[in-house]
């Protein structure tokens, strides 16, 4: 009897330990313990993700920590799931803090943006993926990794899909590297809008309505983004739908865009593959093509000091995007039909520092680009000088020379 009690007890342990690792992933136990683990983590701790499916029903999130890392098994064994979220909005939500590493694991589908860090000084992302699963669809959420209002920035092996703006998003920060990460099946792939020093290189952009874009717009607190260098990435066939909702700015964005630069100054744009984006493999524009109205008094609403050079070019003959959400494309249909221009700027300028000199420090300089083919929309004058002849576009500015983080 003494041996069959023993082997009884046995047979409890065994099934309760089995039970305990159910419990690892039960939705409102497990989020409990790995939040308690994020309020409770001190500098210098790893907070380990187990490995399997994470249920999480409710946003996580850290709040004033410094110097801890956030880390799971790699991007195919720890996945948080956030698809059945009840509270909250992001997935992970990070404010007020100092150098936090997120490393090695999936967050997907969670009703807002999947992590949105703000007020963060030295913030990594290191290979993660940020995804919406199943059919991209306007109510995602807007962003997959979101940083705002930070500095030192770094987004390195990263993968987002099915954001309904955009799937890497840097805004109001400075010190920013985005590199080595792949984006696709979202509104915009990368996008850099109203930030400083930012390099944007060795990136797989590809199937997204627009491959990168780098934006100033008004009514921001940080004003005048600058000093952005875009290089060194594969931008590829972005001819997925916009699927944004209406009254988003990439609502604007005409699928098919590969680059597009609105209302910023001093970017260099160099050594990129941009190939097969149907509206315009590269697109420089003010806020005014747009025909929305101002109020912001200090908004600076064109594109100033831009250089594009040394890129290589390829489009095959196909129609640019057809929707009257983005206008843009039937005038160049009308015009070109299936053979747009690679490079398209829209001809608004701001006449008090127009200079036709070649060493205007402000001008939009095109040069070095193989395949490339140009045109000027000539919006200011209502589309009615529209020119592929180069002319004082065909010019040098300096290279942007700036060190980042890391």
């Known amino acids: 009897m003494k041996l069959y009690s023993q082997i009884f007890i046995f047979l409890l342990m065994f099934i309760f330990a089995g039970c305990d690792e159910d419990v690892s992933t039960d939705t409102v136990d497990y989020y409990d313990d790995l939040q308690t683990k994020l309020i409770l983590a001190s500098s210098g701790e790893t907070v380990m993700l187990p490995k399997g499916f994470i249920a999480l029903n409710r946003s996580l999130w850290i709040d004033g920590l410094s110097n801890v890392t956030v880390q799971g098994h790699g991007i195919d064994q720890t996945i948080l799931s956030f698809k059945d979220q009840i509270e909250g909005s992001e997935g992970l939500k990070i404010i007020n803090s100092k150098n936090i590493i997120l490393k090695d694991?999936?967050?997907?589908?969670?009703?807002?943006?999947?992590?949105?860090?703000?007020?963060?000084?030295?913030?990594?992302?290191?290979?993660?993926?940020?995804?919406?699963?199943?059919?991209?669809?306007?109510?995602?959420?807007?962003?997959g990794l979101y940083p705002v209002n930070c500095e030192n920035v770094l987004i390195d092996r990263c993968i987002a899909i099915g954001a309904s703006d955009a799937g890497i998003y840097v805004g109001q920060s400075k010190m920013i590297t985005v590199r080595n990460s792949e984006a696709y099946y979202n509104v915009a792939g990368i996008e850099i809008e109203n930030s400083y020093y930012a390099d944007v290189y060795n990136n797989y952009s590809h199937d997204n309505a627009g491959g990168i874009l780098v934006f100033d717009l008004p009514d921001l607190v940080v004003k005048s983004g600058k000093s952005v260098r875009v290089y060194d990435n594969v931008v590829v066939d972005n001819n997925f739908k916009n699927f944004a909702p209406s009254g988003n700015v990439v609502a604007s964005v005409p699928s098919g865009t590969g680059i597009m630069v609105l209302a910023t100054s001093d970017v260099e744009?160099?050594?990129?593959?941009?190939?097969?984006?149907?509206?315009?493999?590269?697109?420089?524009?003010?806020y005014h093509i747009l025909e929305e109205p101002i109020t912001d008094k200090e908004y600076y609403p064109y594109p100033t000091s831009i250089y594009i050079h040394d890129n290589i070019y390829k489009r095959k003959r196909m129609l640019p995007s057809l929707s009257f959400k983005q206008p843009i494309g039937f005038l160049l249909a009308m015009n070109y039909f299936n053979d747009v221009p690679d490079i398209v700027i829209d001809g608004i300028i701001d006449n008090k520092i127009e200079d036709k000199s070649s060493n205007n420090p402000h001008q939009i300089c095109i040069e070095n680009n193989s395949g490339a083919s140009f045109l000027n929309l000539d919006a200011a004058n209502d589309f009615e000088n529209m020119t592929t002849d180069l002319g004082h576009y065909n010019c040098s500015l300096p290279v942007i020379n700036h060190t980042v983080y890391p």
């Open 105 to 143: 694991f999936t967050i997907e589908d969670s009703k807002g943006d999947l992590i949105k860090v703000e007020n963060t000084s030295g913030i990594d992302f290191v290979n993660l993926k940020a995804q919406w699963t199943g059919k991209p669809k306007k109510t995602n959420g807007a962003y």
């Open 269 to 286: 744009i160099y050594q990129n593959k941009i190939y097969n984006n149907k509206t315009a493999n590269t697109c420089i524009v003010s």
